[in-house]
């Protein structure tokens, strides 16, 4: 059964200033429907455990909804991307390291008030537009299972498109932040090269390279 939550950013935010929902709730659900989830779906390489995301949650328990503009919105990161205390494996097990420290993109969100689910599955080490690359799973299409997910950010695009997330975190080369966006129903956003940093990006090309953010509408994106 689909959770009862619409992580749109709007809704989400509008939800949580109401008393609606709070972020323990709203993790704590998303998290059980990942699970149930990813057999199918491959979408994540790891889920953060409970105690893994309490630091995150205690950290807004004293503070209001409206201080911070991301306060207890969900997110994915795609696992080339790092997440401190966490294995980055860009899909691949024996490149596998853990991250010492948040990439550049990452803290800044977390200190937003977002709140990092977990690390997605994509084309290992970013290379591929289809999905399927990874030993972790291919990614099925959140649409029709005929279809490729598109990748190399699969994990990604299905985060938001299964209503896991209400927003994930890619990388884009050549293709890949948009590729799996659009095969999913979502907006992909490339911004322009260097104005969100790679820094804690593991490189598909570090010269062409670019975070991308996968959200269900252009007004979020």
């Not at 205390?85 to 860009?90: P, S």
């Not at 490729?148 to 896991?164: F, M, R, T």
Request: net charge negative; hydrophobic share 45%.
């Amino acid at each position: 059964m689909m959770h009862p939550f619409d992580l749109r950013l709007d809704a989400l935010t509008q939800a949580y200033r109401d008393g609606r929902f709070t972020p323990r709730e709203v993790i704590a659900t998303l998290r059980e429907r990942a699970l149930a989830l990813n057999p199918e779906f491959n979408t994540f390489i790891y889920l953060l455990t409970s105690e893994e995301l309490e630091p995150y949650l205690a950290a807004l328990d004293g503070a209001a909804p409206q201080t911070l503009p991301l306060y207890g919105v969900p997110f994915a990161i795609k696992d080339n991307i790092d997440l401190a205390g966490i294995e980055t494996t860009a899909a691949c097990p024996a490149f596998a390291y853990r991250a010492g420290q948040d990439a550049t993109i990452v803290g800044q969100l977390i200190a937003l008030g977002a709140i990092p689910l977990g690390k997605t599955n994509l084309d290992q080490f970013a290379t591929g537009l289809n999905g399927t690359r990874s030993p972790y799973g291919l990614c099925r299409n959140s649409v029709n299972a005929d279809y490729p997910s598109g990748g190399s950010s699969a994990g990604s695009s299905l985060a938001v498109a299964l209503g896991l997330a209400s927003f994930a975190l890619g990388t884009d080369t050549a293709g890949s932040g948009r590729v799996p966006a659009a095969l999913n129903n979502l907006v992909g956003l490339k911004a322009t090269k260097g104005l969100i940093s790679t820094a804690g990006v593991v490189p598909a090309c570090r010269t062409l390279d670019c975070v991308t953010f996968f959200t269900a509408t252009a007004d979020e994106a």
